[in-house]
C-alpha cells in the first residue's frame, strides 16, 4: 500500500458514521463540508467550462471569459486545450476555487441541442482528445477538472425526467468514449453524473457509474451529482460520491439509518470518503500535518497573460467558410468608408446562456474594436432585432443615490420592512446564487438607483422576474407585475425569466430616479435560495422595415459592408433546445438586402451553433466567430487584417437545411425516452451513410494560404496493443505563415460488422512559413479500428486510411493490416 493510500485509509478510519454521511453532501451551493478534525478544509467548486466563475454570481467578482467549446473545438489543437485548461487553472486559483465543473463532454448528436455551444463536437474521437489536452492542463496546476455529464446528456428537453435508450455498442464508442480519454488518458479527478436516465436508469443511480468508470478505467476520483440531479437514498448505493448542492439532500439522516439498519454497507461509504479525502489531498484542501490549510487567497486582478490567450484562442477557433479572395483587408484601416451592421456587432454574445455563464469585467464587441481601428469612417446600423428580453444598462449611466459611485444600492427587508442587509451593487442584471446575502430570509428587496439617459426617446422600459416587481420612476408607478415562467426547469425559470416592459419617455441628460420593489414572499424551491432580476430596455420591434432600409442605405454609401449575424439566450442556453438551425428575427432577409446593396459584404456569424444560411454563396466572406469570449472584438479585427489568421476546423457539419440533417430529434416521445436509434451513425458519419450533402463538412475551414501533402511515412501494422505512427510531410504552398489541420480517416471495406463509411482516427495541427515543408507526427491507437460487442473486437485484416483536410477533401490514402 502506497503512503497516500495508507494516510487516505487511516483517515477515514477516525471519522463516525454521522461524520462521513456529513461529508457526502454539499455544505452548501458551491462548498464541501469541511472537518477540522481531520485537517480538512472546504471545497470549492465552480462553473466552467468556459471560464471561472467562482463562488459568488456577481458582476464586482469578474472572471476571464473564453471562447465557447464549440471554438475551442474548432481548434483541433491539443496545445491549445492544454493551455485553455491551465488558464482556468490560473482563473481557478485567484477565486480559491478547487474543483472547475468543466469540460462538458456530451456530444453534438443534433444540432439542436441547447448546449451545443459548451460542448466540443460531433466526434467522440477529436472531444475524447481535447478533453484528456483540457484535463491534463487544468490538473497540472493543481486543480481539479470535472469532465461532465455522466453520460448521454446531450440535449436538454426534460433533461430531469428522459431515458435515453441506447445500445451498448454505441454508448461504449460515441458517448462513453470522450470519458474514457479524460480519465484513463487525462487522467480526471472529478466527473459530473447527469440528470437524465440511460436505458431505464437514472445516471446518479446507474451501473455505468462502476462499469466501465471504475473497473475497466480505474477511475478513482469523486464523482460529483450535477446540481439536484440525486434524487434518492437508491443513489447511495451505486458509485455516486457527492451529492450537490447542500446541505439538504436525499442522503443525510437517512443514509445513516440505512447503514445501521444493514440496507447499505457502511463499507460502501468509506469508499466515498476515501476518494473525497483522496481529492482533497490532490487540491491541497487537507493538510498534511493535521492542520486544516487556510483559505485561498482571492483577488479580483485578471491578468495579461490571460486576456491575450482569450484573443488567440478566439482567432484559432474562429472558422473560414467563404472567401473569395477580400480576406484579409490588411489595408482596412485605410479604407474610406465601412458599414458595421447587426444586432450582434453591438450586443454581440462572448458566452452562452446558463451555467456557463462568467461575468467579465468588460467585453470588447465588434463595435467597440472596429470604432477603435476606424474611427468616424464606420457607421453603425442595428439593421434586424435579434437579442429579446430586457437589455441591461450601461453602467456609466447608473448613479448608487447613497454612495454616489457608479451602481444600485440593494436593501433586503424583513416582513415588517426593516432593512437587513445592504450591498452595492454595479449592474442591472442582479443575481444571488450562493451569495453572503439573506436571500433565504428576506420577504422583499428593494433597489435604488439614478438612472440618466444619453438620448431624448420613448423606450421600452421593463424587467425580468419570476417574482412579483413594482417600479416608480420619480415616484410615479410604471410597472406593477407578478410573471409567470414559460418552463417548467427551475433552473431556466431562474436564469431566464419572463419579462415585460412600458414605453416612457426619456430626455437626454436629464437624470430619472428608480425605485423598485421585489416580493420574496411567496416562492419554492430553487427561488427560496436563488434570484436573478433584470432592469433595463427591450428593443423596440415596431419598425423592423425602417432598421433593414436603413443598414441597406449605409451599406450602398460604403466602401465595405461588414454584417454580424447571430442567436440569442432564446435560442442557445442551458434548460432547452433549439427549435430550429434558423438564425432569429428577420436576419437573412437583412444579409440579401445589404449583399443586394452593396457586393463587396463580408458576414461574421456570431453563434456557438450551426445556423442555416441560404445568402452564403452571394456574400465575399463569411467567418463563424462562434461565441468569441471576452475578446471577441480585437479577434475580430485581427483576422480581417490579416494580423492573425482563422486558424478553425469544423468540428461539426453544418448544414444547408434543416430537412436534410440525419439526426435531429431532441424531443422525449409519449413514453418519456429519446430513443438513439442511428446507432453509432452521428454527424458527419450520419451524412455519409445518407449520401446527403451538408453545406459544410466536418473537419472544413479556410485559411489564408494554402497546402500540399507531399509524403507520408510510417508503418502498415496496428494491433490491439501496437499504434501506427505516422509522419506526414506538408508544404505551405501560399504566400504567407499559417496553420493547417492534417486529419485521418480510416474506412473498412467489405466488413463483418456495421461500420461509418469513414471516422476519424487522428488528427494534428501545425504551423509553417510561406513556401516551407514541414512534418506533422500522429499517433493513431490501435483502438480506433475496434468495435464494441461484450468487448472490444480488433477485425482482423485491410483498413484504408485517408489523409486530407476534412472529411470529403482526402487526396492520399493507403492501407494499413490490422493483425
Not at 448546449?115 to 490538473?139: I, N, P, V, W
Not at 458517448?175 to 446518479?204: C, H, K
Not at 505551405?732 to 467489405?750: I, P, S
Request: hydrophobic letters at 40%.
Amino acid at each position: 500500500m502506497s503512503n497516500l493510500a495508507a494516510k487516505v485509509d487511516e483517515l477515514t478510519a477516525k471519522l463516525t458514521l454521522e461524520e462521513k454521511v456529513s461529508l457526502l453532501t454539499g455544505r452548501d451551493f458551491w462548498n464541501s463540508v469541511p472537518l477540522e478534525s481531520i485537517g480538512l478544509r472546504n471545497m470549492l467548486m465552480s462553473d466552467g467550462p468556459s471560464g471561472v466563475r467562482g463562488e459568488f454570481w456577481d458582476e464586482r467578482d469578474n472572471s476571464l471569459n473564453l471562447p465557447s467549446a464549440t471554438a475551442l473545438g474548432s481548434s483541433w489543437s491539443h496545445e491549445l486545450a492544454a493551455e485553455y485548461g491551465r488558464t482556468l487553472a490560473r482563473e481557478a486559483a485567484r477565486k480559491g476555487v478547487d474543483v472547475v465543473l468543466g469540460p462538458t463532454i456530451n456530444l453534438h448528436r443534433s444540432p439542436l441541442g441547447g448546449r451545443h455551444f459548451e460542448c466540443l463536437s460531433e466526434d467522440a474521437m477529436l472531444t475524447g482528445a481535447l478533453a484528456t489536452s483540457y484535463t491534463k492542463g487544468m490538473q497540472s496546476l493543481g486543480k481539479a477538472a470535472c469532465p461532465k455529464h455522466y453520460v448521454a446528456n446531450d440535449f436538454e428537453t426534460d433533461r430531469y425526467t428522459v431515458d435515453v435508450v441506447v445500445d451498448e455498442r454505441t454508448l461504449r464508442e460515441l458517448y462513453l468514449r470522450p470519458f474514457e480519454d479524460a480519465v484513463t488518458e487525462g487522467g480526471a479527478w472529478t466527473i459530473m453524473s447527469s440528470y437524465n436516465q440511460i436505458n431505464g436508469t437514472t445516471a446518479t443511480e446507474n451501473d455505468l457509474l462502476n462499469t466501465p468508470l471504475r473497473t475497466e478505467w480505474g477511475f478513482d476520483g469523486v464523482v460529483i451529482s450535477d446540481w439536484t440531479a440525486v434524487r434518492s437514498l437508491e443513489s447511495a448505493k451505486a458509485e455516486q460520491d457527492l451529492v450537490m448542492p447542500g446541505p439538504i439532500g436525499p442522503w443525510g439522516d437517512a443514509l445513516v439509518a440505512a447503514v445501521r439498519s444493514g440496507e447499505i454497507a457502511e463499507s460502501t461509504i468509506d469508499r466515498k470518503i476515501a476518494r473525497l479525502i483522496l481529492l482533497a489531498v490532490r487540491v491541497g484542501a487537507i493538510g498534511a500535518d493535521g492542520e486544516t490549510p487556510a483559505q485561498p487567497a482571492r483577488h479580483n486582478n485578471i491578468g495579461a497573460e490571460g486576456r491575450a490567450f482569450a484573443r488567440r484562442a478566439a482567432t484559432e477557433g474562429a472558422v473560414l467558410l467563404e472567401n473569395d479572395g477580400i480576406l484579409p483587408i490588411t489595408d482596412l484601416a485605410q479604407k474610406g468608408s465601412v458599414a458595421l451592421i447587426g444586432h450582434n456587432a453591438k450586443a454581440a454574445r462572448t458566452q452562452g446562456g446558463g451555467s456557463a455563464t462568467t461575468l467579465p469585467e468588460f467585453v470588447v464587441t465588434p463595435i467597440d474594436a472596429l470604432q477603435e481601428l476606424l474611427g468616424d469612417k464606420l457607421t453603425y446600423s442595428v439593421g434586424a432585432v435579434v437579442q429579446r428580453g430586457i437589455g441591461e444598462l450601461a453602467k456609466t449611466q447608473l448613479v448608487n443615490p447613497i454612495t454616489g459611485n457608479a451602481g444600485v444600492h440593494v436593501e433586503f427587508l424583513d416582513a415588517a420592512g426593516q432593512v437587513i442587509f445592504t450591498e452595492e451593487r454595479l449592474a442591472s442584471t442582479l443575481t444571488w446564487l450562493g451569495s453572503q446575502a439573506p436571500v433565504e430570509t428576506a420577504a422583499s428587496l428593494r433597489l435604488r438607483t439614478t438612472y440618466t439617459p444619453v438620448a431624448s426617446e420613448t423606450a421600452l422600459f421593463g424587467f425580468a422576474s419570476v417574482q412579483p416587481v413594482k417600479i416608480a420612476i420619480d415616484g410615479t408607478s410604471v410597472l406593477d407585475a407578478k410573471l409567470t415562467p414559460e418552463t417548467s426547469d427551475v433552473f431556466t425559470a431562474l436564469m431566464d425569466p419572463p419579462y415585460t416592459s412600458s414605453a416612457i419617455d426619456f430626455v437626454a441628460g436629464k437624470p430619472v430616479s428608480l425605485e423598485i420593489n421585489i416580493d420574496l414572499a411567496d416562492r419554492e424551491g430553487l427561488a427560496l435560495s436563488a434570484q436573478n432580476f433584470v432592469f433595463g430596455f427591450e428593443t423596440d420591434r415596431s419598425n423592423e422595415e425602417a432598421l433593414i432600409a436603413e443598414a441597406v442605405a449605409a451599406a450602398k454609401a460604403a466602401e465595405l459592408a461588414i454584417v454580424v449575424v447571430g442567436t440569442n439566450a432564446q435560442v442557445e442556453s442551458e434548460g432547452f433546445d433549439r427549435k430550429d438551425l434558423k438564425l432569429p428575427g428577420r436576419q437573412d432577409e437583412l444579409v440579401s438586402a445589404v449583399v443586394a446593396a452593396n457586393p463587396n459584404t463580408i458576414v461574421i456569424v456570431n453563434s456557438g451553433s450551426p445556423v442555416l444560411m441560404p445568402w452564403r454563396k452571394e456574400v465575399k466572406a463569411v467567418l463563424v466567430s462562434y461565441f468569441g469570449g471576452e475578446q471577441m472584438g480585437n479577434a475580430l479585427v485581427d483576422m480581417l487584417t490579416g494580423a492573425a489568421e482563422p486558424g478553425g476546423r469544423l468540428p461539426t457539419t453544418w448544414p444547408a437545411t434543416e430537412g436534410s440533417v440525419p439526426v435531429l430529434n431532441c424531443t422525449p416521445d409519449a413514453n418519456h425516452q429519446v430513443i438513439y436509434e442511428e446507432g453509432i451513425h452521428i454527424g458527419y458519419r450520419a451524412w455519409l451513410k445518407a449520401g446527403a450533402k451538408p453545406a459544410y463538412d466536418f473537419g472544413y475551414g479556410l485559411g489564408y494560404t494554402t497546402w500540399q501533402i507531399v509524403g507520408v511515412a510510417g508503418g502498415n501494422q496496428v494491433s490491439e496493443t501496437k499504434n501506427l505512427e505516422l509522419s506526414v510531410e506538408v508544404k505551405n504552398t501560399g504566400d504567407r505563415a499559417g496553420k493547417h489541420v492534417v486529419q485521418v480517416y480510416a474506412e473498412r471495406k467489405n466488413s463483418s460488422v456495421d461500420r461509418p463509411v469513414r471516422w476519424l482516427v487522428g488528427f494534428a495541427e501545425v504551423h509553417a512559413a510561406a513556401g516551407e515543408t514541414t512534418s506533422a507526427s500522429i499517433t493513431i491507437r490501435g483502438r480506433e479500428f475496434a468495435d464494441y460487442n461484450n468487448g472490444w473486437n480488433f477485425e482482423a485484416g485491410e483498413f484504408t486510411l485517408h489523409i486530407g483536410s476534412s472529411v470529403n477533401d482526402l487526396p492520399v490514402s493507403f492501407n494499413v493490416v490490422m493483425g
